[in-house]
């Protein structure tokens, strides 16, 4: 856990207006014509291809019930994902791909941990566990027990994130 016994307030629960767990939120993206592939994952790419949504489903979850946003920027191979009308993912707290570590802290908070920290790289690691999800109630709704958030730097500029609940 987060240092002095730092506990982590503020997560994020939404991407694109879909909300972690809510399946009717998450028809807003995933239509009939998208299946998950073997990993229990649907894949997006943004407007000009630059950018991948990941949406994973947890086993036993219901249709639709998304567990887990990551983004990042795509690769270069095309892997024939649907393409969104959406240039780029953003969270409901405006956390998207090239924002600076100041800028996440300043939504985020103090409570990370700095992970594999070396020159020019920098994973922050947020965690909430229950019952310390006092003031959203997101792990209480969902019947999760811990939500993690993970961002990754590099040079200052956030190149991939991913948000969710760890699979029970």
Not at 5 to 26: H, I, M, R, W, Y
Not at 33 to 54: A, G, I, K, V
Not at 91 to 104: A, H
Request: glycine share 6%.
């Amino acid at each position: 856990s987060a240092q002095n016994g730092c506990v982590f307030q503020n997560p994020d629960t939404s991407l694109l207006k879909v909300v972690l767990g809510d399946a009717e939120s998450a028809g807003s993206i995933i239509t009939d014509q998208d299946s998950m592939d073997e990993n229990d994952q649907y894949h997006f790419y943004s407007t000009m291809y630059r950018e991948t949504l990941t949406m994973t489903q947890h086993p036993g979850s219901g249709k639709n019930q998304i567990s887990i946003f990551k983004v990042e920027y795509s690769e270069k191979a095309d892997h024939g994902y649907r393409k969104l009308s959406i240039d780029t993912f953003t969270t409901e707290k405006g956390i998207k791909l090239g924002v600076n570590k100041r800028q996440l802290i300043e939504k985020l908070g103090n409570c990370y941990v700095a992970k594999d920290s070396t020159a020019g790289y920098i994973e922050l690691y947020y965690r909430l566990e229950s019952p310390n999800d006092s003031k959203t109630m997101i792990l209480q709704r969902s019947n999760m027990p811990i939500y993690y958030a993970s961002y990754k730097l590099w040079n200052d500029r956030l190149e991939k994130f991913e948000f969710g609940f760890e699979y029970p």
